[in-house]
């Protein structure tokens, strides 16, 4: 989508995919293509400075599980990765981003190209949230940002003003079948951007997918932050939501 949507305003896209994460039609969107594996940073910017690439822009995601035992790092990954204190998201992610920067490469934000993507504020779904169910996405808000501030993830899984699942590695949707497996029904998903959240990378993502995961374990209602998530699928995920009973909500 990203690719398609710089095309369309007349830039020239040169991608770098990441092998076993990357999907392999975006070879079909792109001018140029070039695969690498997770940590190959060098190989990332020489790609980027021969085709003459002075912007770049972070889109899709790399599972985290992979990290552990997929990483091929380049005497340039391990350069930076040896400058790292934690490996926390935001720490590697900027530490690209300042080798990019290094290279006269600026990295921009993810919604540059699709500004529509970004969600309002309101209610998505014809349900509206309760206010049993108000008072434990409040709860869970507030939950998810401290979450957020120690960057260890995004979203939160309560029921009944009570944490059943919070996010780290296993990513948003095995933290929704954790939580809504516990809350057996009825279970509150949030999900936030994390403060300060740096909108080159990392943005808070929902879409189709994410309301089939909560209805595999009857989760009622999603919870997302206005102007700092992106919605995939849109009228499809709405239209699923409806049918399932499911509210969705962008606070």
Excluded at 164 to 182: H, K, S
Excluded at 217 to 234: C, N, Q, R, W
């Amino acid at each position: 989508m990203v690719a398609e949507a710089a095309k369309k305003r007349g830039f020239r896209v040169v991608a770098v995919a990441h092998i076993d994460e990357t999907e392999a039609s975006l070879s079909d969107r792109v001018d140029e293509i070039s695969w690498i594996r997770l940590g190959q940073l060098g190989q990332l910017i020489k790609t980027l400075k021969r085709a003459g690439v002075k912007k770049a822009l972070m889109a899709g995601s790399i599972r985290k599980r992979r990290m552990f035992g997929n990483i091929r790092p380049d005497m340039k990954g391990v350069a930076v990765m040896t400058r790292l204190a934690v490996f926390h998201d935001d720490d590697i992610l900027g530490a690209v981003a300042e080798e990019l920067n290094k290279q006269g490469i600026e990295v921009v934000s993810s919604t540059a190209y699709l500004p529509e993507l970004v969600v309002p504020s309101g209610c998505l779904t014809r349900r509206k949230p309760t206010r049993e169910e108000e008072a434990d996405i409040h709860f869970g808000w507030n939950v998810a940002k401290e979450l957020g501030r120690l960057d260890i993830g995004q979203c939160v899984v309560v029921r009944k003003k009570t944490v059943l699942a919070v996010e780290a590695i296993d990513g948003t949707n095995e933290t929704i079948l954790r939580g809504g497996r516990l809350a057996r029904e009825n279970a509150v998903v949030v999900k936030v951007s994390k403060p300060g959240q740096d909108l080159r990378f990392d943005v808070p993502s929902v879409g189709l997918e994410t309301t089939k995961v909560m209805s595999r374990v009857k989760a009622s209602v999603l919870a997302v932050e206005a102007g700092m998530t992106l919605v995939f699928d849109k009228s499809a995920m709405t239209a699923y939501a409806d049918g399932e009973g499911i509210s969705i909500v962008s606070l």
